[in-house]
């Protein structure tokens, strides 16, 4: 093997290794290994690929269930949706690239999520995302906001998928650290999926799309550490994303798939070929052979290190039958898109090592397996439980409640994210139903009655008090929003945003979380099929924020057998009865309420009964089915006032209310609980009827709030803010 400089005690710390991790890499290698070989193990032992903190927590996720195809450990989750058809979907994280390089940031995180879903064989119907940001005037957050919401627009825009859905908040907690989530579904034929496992020795290793470049090259080892000082000095490190290359991308793989000519396909996503040639081995239990010559580079003299751990964008690896090269080859070359024979599959452990790369005919990295992949390093950190809240005491009374609600109208984590939507096309493909802004986005699967349901959602202040409460919660809102609409829910993803889980309390966090989602997952027969852990997400650089708050953040898919059964939000009829579902509001610990109108962040969060909220949904999604009701939308930030507000401004119809309501009743965010409406002379049993639809006015204990204010500041309140 071609001799290599010494590995210093600097270089391994610089590659991210504790001397522990590092002793470990000597067993395994059996001898030191040489800088190709250390960047490898560096990106495959990263939090962010291996997943070392959190692996043994998220065993504890129910991830079966008979309508899932494909669980966890692929590309993507797969669930069987009727009549030969299967939705395949996953979310990502773009956390640490979208805060060095917002548009780039975001915009290859896009990229890289619809590359997960259409691997496996599907072409991608729907792009969601949920975003997290800091206070509006802190530093470089309104660049920030700008730059990631561009660059989400821009890429799925350009690239032809539609984004339909997502969630938006802001706190100062994410002043130093941004969350970008990007999620995308995709609809397949059930008998046509794709997946990564290597297999037949001797078969080609093909690489198809883009050149690679220097871009990204320890981007997975970036993302597994917090920010200090020095972050802006990361830039290289943010991959650059073309979506009109991934559109053709998408379309050659398709026809490819068509055809019987692939064994297994990966895409280069985070450690790029690395990941790809790795994890494509190790899953089929054989080896991998790279030509690193081969390899289609943009930029001259690049190195089998900078080769293996680029993370350039809209690239592929795939595993072809003998003979198929030139069939395969036509269809990449008529896309305009590389295509190069860089390996072939050989035994596991031929030449000492399943991967070996050669260069300029000698070998330069020659690795074992399972080391890489299922002996990664595995911690059980030390973890301490989130001490339970206090009861709230000394709550406030509200003396104007439609005050109050105009003030909750317009503040950031409530008022209209048109500013953000209108940036993206919500309608291409034509198969969009509902356009962002309601309870979830609904999706026609093209050429039949049915629809896709989908929604994010997580409630990050509930999670910090509560992370059992608050991952009950953050599974329980999908839940809620895809029956709001007429969907029945099927199988989630998550996106698990921690900080760093060497500090005690935010491993507790972590655990807490995914324990109470594993719960609600369990008793709402809403299995979790994909998803992602991103950690270290906190800053030490001067001026910026510490730990994130823990956001776990939720991504649910249902089925809608007949789109023309679906509900909207928006009341729809004068003189319609308005039922509350699931019992008048009592809680304000950690309200909008109480953090906006008085500065508390208190109390705990609302507790999930999680018996009660099966109960309400099924009630509601059997009204749906019987027709009895006009108009649908779950309770959740600001609790009922908020809700009829919102129900109001969807169709510009006022409420008359008739029980008066405390601050509690008004703004309690209590859990499982629903606002229908019903023509008039229909009851609906088990619920309470708190008013009429009527008028072009809110009217809260005898005050008559007209929409058009409510309007007003509901909609100029974000672009006021991004204007300063």
């Not at 390093?377 to 709230?392: E, G, M, N, Q, W």
């Not at 004068?574 to 950690?590: M, R």
Request: proline letters at 6%; a negative charge.
């Amino acid at each position: 093997m071609r001799a290599t400089m010494s590995i210093t005690a600097e270089i391994v710390a610089a590659h991210g290794f504790t001397p522990e991790e590092y002793a470990r890499v000597l067993s395994a290698m059996g001898r030191e290994p040489n800088m190709l070989e250390l960047g490898i193990f560096s990106v495959m032992w990263s939090e962010h690929c291996s997943y070392k903190s959190s692996r043994m927590h998220l065993a504890k996720l129910p991830t079966k269930a008979p309508w899932v195809i494909c669980g966890p450990g692929e590309n993507a989750g797969v669930i069987d949706i009727g009549d030969g058809d299967a939705a395949i979907f996953k979310m990502e994280s773009h956390n640490h690239p979208s805060y060095i390089e917002p548009y780039q940031g975001a915009a290859t995180g896009v990229g890289g999520i619809l590359r997960d879903v259409f691997t496996m064989g599907a072409r991608p119907v729907a792009n969601l995302n949920a975003l997290r940001f800091g206070a509006i005037d802190a530093p470089r957050m309104r660049h920030l906001v700008k730059g990631v919401v561009a660059g989400i627009g821009g890429y799925g825009n350009c690239v032809g998928v539609p984004t339909v859905g997502g969630e938006t908040i802001f706190h100062p907690s994410y002043n130093g650290n941004i969350i970008v989530n990007a999620m995308t579904v995709g609809v397949a034929k059930a008998d046509k999926i794709f997946y990564s496992a290597a297999a037949g020795v001797g078969n080609p290793v093909v690489y198809v799309g883009s050149k690679t470049g220097r871009d990204g090259i320890h981007g997975a080892t970036m993302a597994s550490a917090e920010f200090d000082e020095n972050s802006e000095e990361k830039r290289p490190t943010v991959q650059v994303g073309d979506p009109f290359t991934e559109k053709l991308l998408i379309e050659a793989c398709l026809e490819l798939m068509a055809s019987d000519a692939i064994v297994a396909i990966q895409d280069m996503g985070a450690a790029g070929l690395t990941s790809s040639s790795v994890e494509m081995a190790s899953k089929g239990g054989v080896g991998i052979r790279l030509d690193m010559d081969k390899v289609p580079c943009r930029e001259t003299g690049m190195t089998p290190y900078e080769m293996m751990l680029s993370e350039s964008q809209e690239r592929m690896l795939m595993v072809l039958k003998p003979g198929r090269e030139a069939f395969a080859e036509a269809i990449f070359r008529k896309w305009e898109l590389d295509f190069a024979v860089i390996g072939e599959v050989v035994d596991a452990g031929v030449g000492g090592g399943d991967l070996t790369m050669t260069f300029h005919g000698e070998i330069v990295g020659c690795i074992p397996l399972d080391p890489l992949a299922d002996a990664a390093p595995k911690y059980d950190r030390p973890h301490v439980p989130t001490p339970a809240r206090a009861p709230l005491t000394d709550v406030p009374e509200s003396s104007d409640i439609a005050a109050d609600l105009l003030k909750l109208m317009g503040s950031a984590d409530l008022c209209s994210r048109r500013w953000i939507w209108e940036q993206y096309d919500s309608q291409v493909g034509a198969d969009t139903l509902q356009r962002p802004g309601g309870d979830a986005a609904v999706v026609r699967v093209h050429g039949t009655r049915k629809a896709l349901v989908i929604a994010t959602d997580c409630t990050p202040r509930y999670c910090f008090a509560d992370p059992f409460e608050g991952g009950k919660q953050a599974v329980a809102e999908t839940w809620r929003n895809i029956i709001a609409v007429g969907g029945k829910p099927l199988a989630i993803t998550n996106c698990l945003n921690f900080a760093s889980p060497q500090n005690p309390v935010i491993m507790g966090q972590l655990v807490g979380c995914i324990e109470g989602i594993a719960a609600a997952c369990l008793a709402l027969d809403y299995p979790v099929v994909s998803g992602n852990v991103s950690l270290y997400n906190e800053s030490r650089a001067t001026g910026g924020g510490n730990a994130i708050l823990p956001t776990p953040a939720i991504g649910g898919v249902g089925l809608l057998a007949d789109y023309d059964r679906q509900m909207t939000m928006g009341f729809k009829t004068a003189g319609d009865a308005i039922w509350l579902i699931g019992g008048v509001g009592s809680h304000l610990g950690q309200s909008l309420w109480l953090r906006e109108l008085h500065g508390r962040e208190d109390g705990p969060p609302p507790p999930v009964d999680l018996a009660a909220e099966r109960a309400a949904g099924e009630q509601v999604a059997a009204l749906i089915a019987a027709g009895v009701v006009t108009a649908v939308h779950d309770l959740s930030d600001g609790g009922l006032a908020v809700a009829l507000a919102e129900m109001g401004l969807a169709n510009g119809l006022g409420a008359i209310v008739e029980a008066r309501l405390t601050a509690a009743a008004a703004f309690g965010e209590d859990q499982g609980r629903y606002l229908v409406t019903a023509p008039a002379g229909v009851a609906i049993a088990g619920t309470t009827r708190i008013g009429t639809v009527a008028g072009d006015a809110l009217v809260l204990n005898g005050a008559a709030l007209p929409l058009a204010d409510l309007r007003r500041i509901h909609e100029t309140a974000l672009p006021a803010m991004m204007a300063g």
